[in-house]
């Protein structure tokens, strides 16, 4: 009889370990992209800079939206990553970007938002290594959304 019962709890954990990877495997990440990004303070450096001069960032107006993407590895190495499929938007609608990833990026996979008249400002999110597709959606009506889903 003892054999029988180890052998019922056994496949109960061995039932629950695979339930709770499944779980995990489909779960989706997602990270927003704000319309706009206020930059309240912001320790500027140039090597460029006169000596004795100082930096401010001017930041009385937010930072629109400019683009986003998936990068392999931290954005500061710009290793953008072109997608597989991409559909255009329609006057004003929706366009939406897919990025089919095989396995794990050694260096990580990045969602990245860009501000700014040509993208200086980055924000952006390190997505699951288990993540298989990430997509990027951008809404241009009325009140613009963009969004990333990775699962």
Same mark, same amino acid.
């Not at 029988?4 to 495997?25: E, G, H, N, P």
């Not at 320790?43 to 986003?68: C, I, R, T, V």
């Given at each position: ?13 061995? $039932?629950? !370990? +695979?339930? @709770? ?9 997602? %990270? *927003?992209?704000?319309?706009? /990004?206020?930059v309240? $303070?912001? !320790? +500027?450096? @140039? ?9 401010? %960032? *001017?930041?009385?107006?937010? /930072? ?7 990068? @392999? ?9 072109v ?20 396995g ?48």
């Amino acid at each position: 009889m003892v054999p029988k019962r180890l052998s019922a709890i056994a496949q109960c954990v061995v $039932a629950l !370990a +695979l339930a @709770s990877f499944s779980m995990y495997a489909l779960a989706k990440d997602t %990270f *927003k992209c704000p319309d706009t /990004l206020r930059v309240s $303070a912001a !320790a +500027l450096q @140039s090597p460029d800079l006169p000596e004795g001069g100082e930096m401010a %960032f *001017k930041s009385d107006a937010p /930072l629109p939206f400019f683009s986003m993407g998936m990068f @392999s590895g931290h954005p500061r190495e710009q290793a953008s990553l072109v997608p597989d499929n991409e559909r255009a938007a329609p006057a004003g609608g929706v366009s939406t970007s897919v990025w089919t990833f095989p396995g794990p990026d050694a260096y990580g996979k990045y969602a990245v938002c860009e501000y700014g008249p040509a993208g200086q400002v980055q924000i952006y999110k390190r997505m699951p290594d288990a993540a298989r597709t990430c997509t990027a959606t951008a809404r241009s009506v009325r009140a613009r959304e963009a969004a990333f889903e990775c699962e």
